[in-house]
C-alpha cells in the first residue's frame, strides 16, 4: 500500500483580494429589495423591472469596468474570481503592477493596480495593497511569468 501524500510541503494559495471593489454592485441588490418593499402588489411588473435592471448593470459593469475581478487566487494557475476562470501559468502573458493611478497615498496607504494579461488577449485588473503588489510580483518572478514593475519606489 503506497505511503499518503505528505501536505505539509503543500504551497498554500496566494489570495489576492481587490481593495477597491467595484462600487454599483452593492446599490443592485439594495436596489432590487426596495422596489420589492415599495410597491408589494406590482409583482410581476417589479419581477420584469428587476430582471431588465440586472441585463443592464451587467451590460453596464462589462463596458465601465472591464476586466474589473474582485480577487485572484495564485498558484500554479490563475483563478479569477467571480466566475471561477481558471488559466495555467504558461497562459499569462505578462503581469504588470503599477501605482494606483486615481489617488496620491501616503507611502503607508498607498495600493497598486495589479493587471494580469493572459495570452488570448483577456486582462484582469485590481487593486492592492504593497504587500499583495510584493507576494504578486514574486509569485510571478518564481514562474517565470513576465513581470513589468512600474513602480518608481514600493513594491
Known amino acids: 500500500m503506497p505511503d499518503p501524500p505528505d501536505y505539509r510541503h503543500v504551497e498554500p494559495d496566494l489570495v489576492i483580494r ?3 471593489p467595484v462600487p454599483l454592485a452593492g446599490c443592485l441588490f439594495h436596489a432590487i429589495v426596495f422596489a420589492f418593499m415599495a410597491f408589494p402588489l406590482l409583482c410581476i411588473v417589479k419581477v420584469w423591472l428587476g ?3 440586472v441585463i443592464a448593470m451587467i451590460v453596464f459593469m462589462g463596458v465601465v469596468t472591464p476586466g474589473l475581478v474582485s480577487r485572484v487566487r495564485l498558484r500554479d494557475r490563475l483563478t479569477v474570481q467571480p466566475g471561477d476562470r481558471t488559466w495555467r501559468v504558461t497562459q499569462l502573458a505578462s503581469l504588470v503592477v503599477r501605482p494606483d493611478p486615481r489617488e496620491d497615498y501616503a507611502d503607508s496607504d498607498r495600493l497598486y493596480e495589479l493587471t494580469f494579461r ?3 488577449g ?5 487593486m492592492a495593497t504593497a504587500d499583495d503588489a510584493r507576494r504578486a510580483l514574486e509569485w510571478g518572478r518564481t514562474r ?3 513581470v ?7 513594491p
Open 122 to 126: 483577456e486582462r484582469f485588473r485590481l
Open 118 to 120: 493572459v495570452q488570448s
Open 18 to 20: 481587490n481593495q477597491r
Open 51 to 53: 430582471v431588465a435592471y
Open 148 to 154: 513589468e514593475n512600474l513602480c518608481d519606489r514600493g
Open 144 to 146: 517565470d511569468v513576465v
